[in-house]
């Protein structure tokens, strides 16, 4: 990708709907830090959606072994 590319999309993204615009600069902020060496901080939504998870596993919510081998074999099956 050249320099002009990079502009021409920076441009198209200005006509984006916003909610595309907010995942393109948190991609884009997430590339910058892995490049800069720097350890990934989850957002606020992230640690909601992670204390979630665990309260729901906590509470026994959760695949069975059986339901787990059926998913493998309906994504595998593509």
Do not use: C
Not at 16 to 25: G, I, M, N, R, T
């Amino acid at each position: 990708m050249t320099n002009a590319d990079l502009k021409d999309l920076l441009e198209r993204v200005q006509a984006w709907p916003e909610e595309a615009q907010d995942e393109l600069v948190a991609v884009a902020n997430q590339i910058e830090s892995e490049l800069q060496g720097n350890q990934y901080v989850a957002s606020r939504e992230e640690l909601q959606i992670i204390d979630a998870a665990i309260a729901s596993i906590d509470g026994g919510d959760f695949a069975t072994d059986a339901e787990v081998r059926a998913a493998f074999v309906k994504f595998h099956s593509g």
